[in-house]
Structures are given as structure tokens and as C-alpha cells.
């Protein structure tokens, strides 16, 4: 990891256990943990263990995390049965886009019928 800020956000302190997290998947790129704060049955989320604050700051080399992030998520949701009724996959960017945490991640949420979104609050 670098010495970005981003190191210090509460998915940097999960990466280097220094917090407690449900882990439920780990490869040398990426790490993925239930949300303490579940907005559906089953909300998990995917995080690169390199620091990006941003999908505004992702390079064109780190491109690929995201693809990785995505597989990863469908992969989870195909092996713990969610995938035949379906889930929704959610990267939020800056403010207004949702973001509190300032490492880019991937949300999956399943285990209900979802409503829609997208309308302004």
C-alpha cells in the first residue's frame, strides 16, 4: 500500500486488521465484508487494496481494478445463490454521488426486491 490519505479511511484500517470486518472474500488485490450498515439482506462490500480515493482519480493502469471488483461481486453473488433472482451493484463517486468513504468499493446488494433509485433526494 502507499502512503496516500486513503491508507487511513476505515477500509485501509480493515486491510491491515486493524479493525474487526466479516471478510467473506480475500485475494492479493481485493478484499470484500459485509456492510455494518446493511441497505438490503445482503449488502457486501468489494474494495481494491490499493488506495484510490475515487473513481474520478482512477488512472487508465487501474482500470482493471474495477473489472476485478465487478467479477469478484458476481462471483460471490453466483456462489452464494443470488444471482438466479438478481442483485445490484452500486460505485459511488464524490458528494453528491453518495460517497462517504474515500476509497473506491463496490457495493452488492441482494437478498430482496430492490426499489428503484437514481431520483434526487
Given at each position: 500500500m502507499s502512503d496516500n490519505?486513503?491508507?487511513?479511511?476505515?477500509?485501509?484500517?480493515?486491510?491491515?486488521?486493524?479493525?474487526?470486518?466479516?471478510?467473506?472474500?480475500?485475494?492479493?488485490?481485493?478484499?470484500?465484508?459485509?456492510?455494518?450498515?446493511?441497505?438490503?439482506?445482503?449488502?457486501?462490500?468489494?474494495?481494491?487494496?490499493?488506495?484510490?480515493?475515487?473513481?474520478?482519480?482512477?488512472?487508465?493502469?487501474?482500470?482493471?481494478?474495477?473489472?476485478?471488483?465487478?467479477?469478484?461481486?458476481?462471483a460471490y453473488a453466483r456462489r452464494e445463490g443470488l444471482a438466479e433472482d438478481g442483485y445490484r451493484v452500486v460505485m459511488n463517486c464524490n458528494g453528491h454521488g453518495g460517497q462517504t468513504v474515500f476509497q473506491i468499493h463496490l457495493h452488492l446488494l441482494a437478498g430482496a426486491q430492490l426499489g428503484r433509485f437514481g431520483t434526487p433526494a
Open positions: 490519505a486513503t491508507d487511513d479511511t476505515i477500509f485501509g484500517k480493515i486491510i491491515r486488521r486493524e479493525i474487526p470486518a466479516d471478510i467473506v472474500y480475500e485475494d492479493d488485490d481485493l478484499i470484500a465484508f459485509r456492510d455494518i450498515s446493511p441497505q438490503a439482506p445482503v449488502h457486501v462490500l468489494f474494495v481494491p487494496k490499493t488506495p484510490i480515493a475515487t473513481l474520478d482519480a482512477l488512472s487508465p493502469d487501474q482500470a482493471s481494478l474495477v473489472g476485478r471488483l465487478v467479477h469478484a461481486a458476481a
